[in-house]
């Protein structure tokens, strides 16, 4: 099939299937999946200006399916949420001016895939170390049951010294968090979390969940259930803010996008109901994998220059 925006041929088939799978993986770990959705579509063919920007237009739609069912779970701290939101929309159009500086350049396909591989190579090392400390220690055997919605709040963590550390930074203003169980944490550690999210959103594409999911746990102390419903109510609208800034770039094919939801919307669905049986530290390891795979396919492109 044949796409004018972009000047691609990808087969709809595909796009339905990668839609449906991303979808899942969105719904289970509170991210847009752009670290498979991006690689992906650059699989198939697309620059990575259009695999940025389409896959931001295709996790808006998703990620208002999946929050929804986190919401009715009650895994979604709308406060949080909110306040993340502005930190990741500001983040994000400095993403997007770097690509733009890139595409000028010439060289947006070279520097994005090698520092999207560094990217998803560090995260999955560290959350590979994090995960296994944790279900090795005592605290972590007596997670392992399983957690049903977001009754379980409490969550262990290796890296929960260093988080502790953080929440006691007394740096006005501070916010309390009741939702999520925390009564004091300095607002603009919430802000520069979201920052950093929503700059790799706007240069990586997606909504940057394999960045901001895991540092709303290890750096704001965040339980891992409702880390990854809030991060999905909070895509919604720095996607939706981002699509609009690649969009106005050219950097947008809508009908990939709406293509790639059909098989989204359903994968969305099935991912959001499967955490209620998996404790924090089960989910955070099983996420371990799919950086890795992220970075597989772009090593291959990179280093091939092949696609499907």
Known sequence: MFFPISGAHISPIYLVVAGFLIGILGGFFGVGGSFIAGPALRLVGLDWNFAVGTDLAHIVGKSVVAAKRHRALGNVDLKLGLIMALGTIA??????????????AGNVNLVVSVVSIVVYLSISAFMMWESRKTLMSRKGRSQRGAVKGAKSKRDHSAFGPVTRAIQRLKIWPMIALPASGIRALSLWMVVLVAFVGGVFSGFLGGG???????SMVYVLGIPTHLAVGTDLFEVVISASYGTFTHAVKGNVDILIALVMNIGAAVGAQIGAISTQYFAGPKIRLAFVPLPLIGA????YTLFTGHKL
């Open 296 to 299: 597989a396919i772009v090593i």
């Open 91 to 104: 983040g994000a159009e400095v993403g997007a001016q770097a690509i733009q500086m890139l595409k000028r």
């Open 208 to 214: 940057a969940g394999y960045i901001r999911m895991p």
